[in-house]
């Protein structure tokens, strides 16, 4: 009979305990939480440094290894132009490079046409080199290319400076807003409980872009005319979580 009761007390007691551990961790989970969660933003000029200017070079053949020293060949004269007018070779970089069977549909049925090969170089110009932009084009379409499009960019060195103060002033951004909602619910902002970065806004400014299959050299040699790069906005945005006391 004793051991019995002494059974029946250590399972209530269980239960008690597992009843008790469940109410405190549902009021931990479902209690309000003197918590702020606020976004900041910053916008900010930035400088770019860098002209690039992309290539296409487009070839066909009746089998793959056909499209692809046409292309070869197309692609090293491009090259040779480009080196001859004062660039360096890593200043020419292969943005990427496909080859595929290509298909037209006649009377209802699939017909191959061959093979296309298709290379995409990119020419990059800092800031001593960007009044060759012209003569860039210039080597570019003669050696047998097509311009796709000419941008405006940062490099990796001014896009890590730009983004380091774009947060910075996010983050301040977020303190200030935490601190102003606080203040208008009678309380004070404490400790930081987290922090995340959202977005660094920053994408290459374009100058000039192809409409079709073709481009227009004209187009793109007047579109960087007397070029001359200007402030542009880059963004920044944080999300932030302080205590509130």
Do not use: C, H
């Amino acid at each position: 009979m004793k051991d019995s009761i002494k059974i029946t007390w250590i399972i209530v007691s269980a239960v008690f305990a597992i009843a008790l551990i469940g109410g405190l961790i549902y009021w931990n989970v479902n209690a309000p939480k003197n918590e702020l969660s606020v976004t900041g933003s910053s916008t900010i000029k930035a400088m770019p440094d860098l002209v690039s200017v992309y290539f296409t070079v487009d070839t066909s053949g009746l089998t793959a290894l056909a499209a692809k020293d046409a292309n070869s060949l197309i692609s090293a004269k491009v090259i040779e132009n480009l080196v001859k007018i004062g660039l360096e070779r890593d200043e020419i970089a292969t943005e990427s490079f496909n080859i595929y069977e290509d298909f037209v549909w006649e009377n209802g049925r699939q017909r191959s046409k061959g093979f296309k090969a298709t290379n995409s170089l990119k020419v990059v110009l800092d800031s001593e080199k960007m009044e060759k932009v012209g003569e860039v084009i210039d080597a570019g379409v003669n050696g047998g290319a097509m311009i796709s499009y000419i941008n405006f960019e940062l490099s990796t060195e001014k896009e890590n400076y730009y983004k380091a103060i774009a947060f910075e002033n996010a983050a301040e951004d977020a303190r200030i807003k935490a601190e102003s909602i606080a203040s208008g619910l009678n309380k004070e902002v404490g400790s930081l409980v987290s922090v995340s970065a959202q977005e660094f806004g920053y994408r290459p400014w374009p100058l000039y872009a192809s409409a079709g299959a073709e481009s227009d050299v004209a187009q793109a040699k007047a579109a960087v005319t007397n070029i001359q790069p200007g402030e542009k906005e880059v963004t920044g945005q944080v999300n932030a979580v302080f205590k509130i006391v």
